[in-house]
């Protein structure tokens, strides 16, 4: 079955780090570009991040950039998102999405999502 | 960035119903537009791309046309399961945007 797994979610402090992991299935996980998509409680849908299916180009929003990073392990069939310098404002379900262009940069739309994981940034 | 606005935020529709949802792009985006829906505590569903493009598996009750700037998602006939917020996504450039979102919710 095809599907993204996420994990990670969990309450920090302002300040704090965490990492949330993604697990692909189902498909050619090293083929296609990735991303992160969050969602504030009640809001909208924000784009965060996105890597190449080979993981040498990586792109952020400017909102996290310099704090967060993103990685992937093809041989785990695994995306990352590093997070650091947490603030209330990154409280969120954070979702990992699929590119639907296999050997493309990410570009696109998302065909696949995955159910989310929480982070919540509380003192 | 290239700013999404979809219009209506929220409307009250039946079953039978035809609905249309706006979305405006800020600057010329071509055809790369998608639309998704979400319902509450699940994740967004592809149903469109490349504007007009139905994803497989989509009832054909769903519908999306426009290019550059405007675009609509008609569903011709609303079913009970097709209440759910709705989403427009440009990706002609970078950072790829969202629109607020549209909930259609049961009259």
């Known amino acids: 079955e095809v599907q993204l797994l996420e994990s990670g979610g969990g309450l920090v402090q302002p300040g704090g780090s965490l990492r949330l992991s993604c697990a692909a299935s189902?498909?050619?996980?090293?083929?296609?570009?990735m991303s992160w998509v969050r969602q504030a409680p009640g809001k909208g849908l924000e784009w965060v991040s996105a890597?190449?299916?080979?993981?040498?180009?990586?792109y952020y929003a400017d909102s996290v950039k310099g704090r967060f990073t993103i990685s992937r392990d093809n041989s785990k069939n695994t995306l990352y998102l590093q997070m650091n310098s947490l603030r209330a404002e990154d409280t969120a379900v954070y979702y990992c999405?699929?590119?639907?262009?296999?050997?493309?940069?990410?570009?696109?739309?998302?065909?696949?999502w995955g159910r989310g994981t929480l982070v919540t940034v509380s003192s | 960035a290239i700013r999404m606005t979809q219009s209506p935020s929220s409307f009250s529709a039946s079953t039978g119903d035809r609905v249309t949802i706006t979305c405006r792009a800020s600057?010329?985006?071509?055809?790369?537009l998608a639309w998704y829906q979400q319902k509450p505590g699940k994740a967004p569903k592809l149903l469109i791309y490349?504007?007009?493009t139905l994803q497989s598996g989509v009832p054909s009750r769903f519908s999306g046309s426009g290019s550059g700037t405007d675009f609509t998602l008609t569903i011709s006939c609303l079913q009970s399961e097709d209440f759910a917020t709705y989403y427009c996504?440009?990706?002609?450039?970078?950072?790829?945007?969202f629109g607020q979102g549209t909930k259609l919710e049961i009259k």
């Open positions: 999405a699929k590119d639907p262009i296999a050997a493309a940069l990410p570009d696109w739309y998302f065909d696949l």
């Open positions: 189902g498909f050619t996980f090293s083929s296609y570009a």
């Open positions: 890597i190449s299916g080979s993981g040498g180009s990586t």
């Open positions: 600057q010329g985006i071509s055809s790369y």
């Open positions: 490349a504007a007009s």
């Open positions: 996504q440009q990706y002609y450039s970078y950072p790829r945007t």
